[in-house]
Structure formats: structure tokens, C-alpha cells
């Protein structure tokens, strides 16, 4: 028997990046999505999030329990306090896509620059990283980074430039730092095409991390049911 899993995109042009993912995930989940990216652009537009954004994110949530789904999962750092809401009023595990990238960079470094290109992404990342910090006893300095050039490049569709302006910020960023958070699953691959040696600490996104973390849920549930 299947068990679904549903993701919840504010990015439609991210689903391909997590379909290649999800082929870690245990070879019983069928994987579902729900896209609405008017939820990232209303949260930009507020500067963060609204009640009505929050009310919409936890009835997204609701509607993927209530379809079946053994596990949610929300792709987008944004709306991440949403989801913790979300995540209180239904039976079946919902998970951020960044908390194990914010637990594993708060375990590996004590000063850490933290890259957003915009305030609605960048504010829910540094809040959720100084949470984990306490979670874990740890004494950390975030060092945040606002880069909304770049984003008003890729919204114009100049990519390239998007590209430029965060690999530059990425290795200037690098060299004040013990390690760097994307706070955008988007800036991931302009890490990847930077040359050897580039940026010589550890530079943490949550898109690997989060579907490990939700193929290991799975695995455990799993484990559970049959034991």
C-alpha cells in the first residue's frame, strides 16, 4: 500500500529540484504537491507574514492530512512559522525544510552569516536559528545578509546577474564568518558554480537536508508500524 506524502511549494519553479529529492524517499510514498505562490508574494509584499497568510498555509496543511497524507512537508523558509502552527492541529508530521539545515549549522559553527534576498525569508530564517541555538545551549552570533538587488534581478528575469550578486555575496560573506545559511532553497546551485576554493567554510541549504530528514520520518514510521 502507497502512503502519500505532500509537499507545499511557494515556488513553482522549485518542484523539479525536490521530484529529484524525493528519489530518496522510501520506494512505498507517492509524493503529491500543492503550489501556491500568491503566499510568498503576499509575503513579500507585507513584509512577512500576514494573518491571512497564516490562516491560508494551515489550510493547505489541513487539506494534505485530510487527503490522506502520512507526512507534509513545506518547501518554502517563509512561511515557516505557519507550519509550526499547522503543525498543532493535525495528526501526522508536518516539517519545515529548514530546521535540520538550522540545527546542523547552530552544531557546527559560532558565527554565521545567514543570506536572504528578501526581509520575509531572511527574518523567519535568523528567528528559527536563534531558537535552535537555545534548544541547544549554544552561544551564537547571526550575521544576516539582505541581498533584494538580486531578487529584483531574477524577478526581472535576469538570472545571471541574480547569480553574480549572491555568489559575490556569498564569498565576501565567507571570509567574516565559521559558516553560511542559505535562508532560499534557490541559492543552493550558485554555491555549486563557484570555482575550488572559493568559500572555505561549510555553506548550509535546506532542500538536501530537509527531504533527508523527511525520508528518515518515513523510515521511522515505518519501523513503527511493523514492529
Same mark, same amino acid.
Given at each position: 500500500?502507497?502512503r502519500?506524502?505532500?509537499?507545499?511549494h511557494?515556488?513553482?519553479?522549485?518542484?523539479?529540484?525536490?521530484?529529484?529529492?524525493?528519489?530518496?524517499l522510501?520506494?512505498?510514498?507517492k509524493?503529491?504537491?500543492?503550489?501556491d505562490e500568491s503566499?510568498?508574494?503576499?509575503? #513579500? *509584499?507585507?513584509?512577512?507574514?500576514?494573518?491571512t497568510?497564516? %490562516?491560508?498555509?494551515?489550510?493547505? #496543511?489541513?487539506?494534505?492530512?485530510?487527503?490522506?497524507a502520512v507526512?507534509v512537508? *513545506?518547501?518554502?523558509?517563509? #512561511?515557516?512559522?505557519a $507550519? +509550526?502552527?499547522?503543525s498543532q492541529?493535525?495528526?501526522?508530521?508536518?516539517l519545515?525544510?529548514?530546521?535540520?539545515?538550522?540545527s546542523d549549522?547552530? +552544531?557546527?559553527a559560532? %558565527?554565521?552569516g545567514v543570506?536572504?534576498?528578501v526581509?520575509s525569508?531572511?527574518?523567519?530564517?535568523?528567528?528559527?536559528? %536563534? %531558537?535552535?541555538?537555545q534548544d541547544?545551549g549554544?552561544?551564537?552570533?547571526?550575521?544576516p545578509?539582505?541581498?533584494?538587488?538580486a531578487?529584483a534581478?531574477?524577478?526581472?528575469?535576469?538570472?545571471?546577474?541574480?547569480?553574480?550578486i #549572491?555568489g559575490?555575496a556569498?564569498?565576501?560573506?565567507?571570509?567574516?564568518?565559521?559558516a553560511i545559511?542559505?535562508a532560499?532553497?534557490?541559492?543552493?546551485r $550558485?554555491v *555549486?558554480?563557484?570555482?575550488?576554493?572559493?568559500?572555505?567554510?561549510?555553506?548550509?541549504?535546506?532542500?538536501g537536508?530537509g527531504?533527508?530528514?523527511?525520508?528518515?520520518?518515513?523510515?521511522?514510521?515505518?519501523?513503527?508500524?511493523?514492529a
Amino acid at each position: 500500500m502507497m502512503r502519500r506524502v505532500v509537499l507545499v511549494h511557494t515556488v513553482a519553479g522549485l518542484m523539479p529540484v525536490f521530484q529529484d529529492l524525493a528519489k530518496q524517499l522510501p520506494g512505498d510514498v507517492k509524493v503529491s504537491n500543492i503550489v501556491d505562490e500568491s503566499l510568498l508574494e503576499d509575503a #513579500i *509584499a507585507a513584509g512577512g507574514l500576514t494573518p491571512t497568510v497564516n %490562516r491560508r498555509v494551515v489550510d493547505h #496543511i489541513l487539506s494534505a492530512a485530510d487527503s490522506g497524507a502520512v507526512a507534509v512537508l *513545506a518547501t518554502c523558509s517563509s #512561511i515557516g512559522p505557519a $507550519v +509550526e502552527i499547522a503543525s498543532q492541529l493535525v495528526g501526522v508530521p508536518v516539517l519545515r525544510i529548514d530546521e535540520p539545515m538550522a540545527s546542523d549549522a547552530i +552544531e557546527d559553527a559560532t %558565527r554565521i552569516g545567514v543570506l536572504a534576498t528578501v526581509a520575509s525569508t531572511l527574518n523567519p530564517t535568523v528567528d528559527l536559528l %536563534r %531558537r535552535r541555538a537555545q534548544d541547544l545551549g549554544k552561544d551564537v552570533e547571526l550575521v544576516p545578509v539582505l541581498k533584494a538587488e538580486a531578487f529584483a534581478a531574477i524577478r526581472s528575469g535576469d538570472g545571471a546577474r541574480h547569480d553574480a550578486i #549572491i555568489g559575490e555575496a556569498v564569498v565576501q560573506l565567507a571570509a567574516d564568518v565559521d559558516a553560511i545559511v542559505l535562508a532560499q532553497a534557490s541559492m543552493a546551485r $550558485v554555491v *555549486a558554480t563557484l570555482g575550488p576554493g572559493a568559500v572555505t567554510v561549510p555553506v548550509f541549504s535546506s532542500p538536501g537536508s530537509g527531504m533527508a530528514r523527511l525520508a528518515s520520518v518515513l523510515e521511522e514510521a515505518a519501523v513503527a508500524a511493523s514492529a
